[in-house]
Nanobody, 119 residues
Framework: QVQLVESGGGLVQAGGSLRLSCAAS????????MAWFRQAPGKQRELVAT???????NYADSVKGRFTISRDNAKNTVFLQMDSMNPEDTAVYYC?????????????WGQGTQVTVSS
């Protein structure tokens, strides 16, 4: 089994910054892609950013230039640095990680962390 523990959410004023972390532990041989999603009230879950095992990143248009995804492979952790935040960034943020246990690759979800941006 694999466990993902998220941290770093909270309340921030518009224009401010937050940094999310998601640490994976358990039966891990290697980690492939890592990603952050978010889900605002009454809306579908949407992809925010992805990072491959080689460090290639992609972002949703709504966060390009403001958010930065990164990873620490030694600690099996993915980060999301969020700058110049606005109220439209308010959502529950989830990490999603593809883990190879030496036999198969499965994806896992974090428990979600609330991010609220006040105007």
């Amino acid at each position: 089994q694999v466990q993902l523990v998220e941290s770093g959410g909270g309340l921030v004023q518009a224009g401010g910054s937050l940094r999310l972390s998601c640490a994976a532990s358990g039966n891990i041989f290697s980690i492939n892609a890592m990603a952050w999603f978010r889900q605002a009230p009454g809306k579908q879950r949407e992809l925010v950013a992805t990072i491959t095992s080689r460090g290639t990143t992609n972002y949703a248009d709504s966060v390009k230039g403001r958010f930065t995804i990164s990873r620490d492979n030694a600690k099996n952790t993915v980060f999301l640095q969020m700058d110049s935040m606005n109220p439209e960034d308010t959502a529950v943020y989830y990490c999603n990680v593809y883990v190879n246990n030496g036999v198969a690759t499965n994806d896992y979800w974090g428990q979600g962390t609330q991010v609220t941006v006040s105007s």
